[in-house]
Structures are given as structure tokens and as C-alpha cells.
Nanobody, 121 residues
Framework: VQLQASGGGLVQAGGSLRLSCAASGRTFSVYTMGWFRQAPGKEREFVAAINWSSGNTYYAASVKGRFTISRDNAKNTVYLQTNILKPEDTAVYYC???????????????WGQGTLVTVSS
């Protein structure tokens, strides 16, 4: 599975961005798609995930109510709509695919290249 993330950029606090992750290859083997982020000097953290079959979603507490993950199965694309952005949301955002299990927070085995989101105060 190959993943191509896009949509990052510079935005003011309170603004919005929509991130996209296009999947190709053996997409039929995907159980769950997720978004993670890594801020400078910090460890990578889970942001959101979506069950590729059922569409069930999962969110980190820090983004719940502000971010929305969705999918377009026909386009093999996952989106992360980020609203009410805060400076602490600044990070490189990575999309990931889990072809091992239905787990939403680990066992991801395919990763995209990352897209940078910078939120200015």
C-alpha cells in the first residue's frame, strides 16, 4: 500500500485545513486508516482513525470536536478536516494504513511521507 498525504500549510489560529491521503496498491487489504502527528521535539502521537469497512471513527481527546476524519472508498482517499486550529496543532501530519488488524491506535504498517501544518498565533 502506498500513501500520499497532502493539504498541509500555514494557517492562523482558529483557521481550518483539510488534509488528504490517497492510497494505492493493495487497498483491499486495509482494515483501518489513521492520522498521526509529530511536533518538533516530541514523539509521534495518534490523532484520528477510521475503520475502512464500517466507517467508525476514533479521535484523540485533544482534537475531538475540532477534527473530523472521513473516507471516500471509491477514491481510496481519507480526509482529515481540521477546524479551530491552535498553535499546539503545529506538526507534521502522517497518514497510515493498518493491514494487520482492526486496531485503531497501533499496528499500522504503511506510512505516508507527511504533510506540515503550521498554525500561527
Amino acid at each position: 500500500v502506498q500513501l500520499q498525504a497532502s493539504g498541509g500549510g500555514l494557517v492562523q489560529a482558529g483557521g481550518s485545513l483539510r488534509l488528504s491521503c490517497a492510497a494505492s496498491g493493495r487497498t483491499f487489504s486495509v482494515y483501518t486508516m489513521g492520522w498521526f502527528r509529530q511536533a518538533p521535539g516530541k514523539e509521534r502521537e495518534f490523532v484520528a482513525a477510521i475503520n475502512w469497512s464500517s466507517g467508525n471513527t476514533y479521535y484523540a481527546a485533544s482534537v475531538k470536536g475540532r477534527f473530523t476524519i472521513s473516507r471516500d472508498n471509491a477514491k481510496n482517499t481519507v480526509y482529515l478536516q481540521t477546524n479551530i486550529l491552535k498553535p499546539e496543532d503545529t506538526a507534521v501530519y502522517y497518514c497510515a494504513a493498518n493491514t494487520r488488524s482492526w486496531s485503531w491506535n497501533n499496528q499500522y504498517n504503511y506510512w505516508g511521507q507527511g504533510t506540515l501544518v503550521t498554525v500561527s498565533s
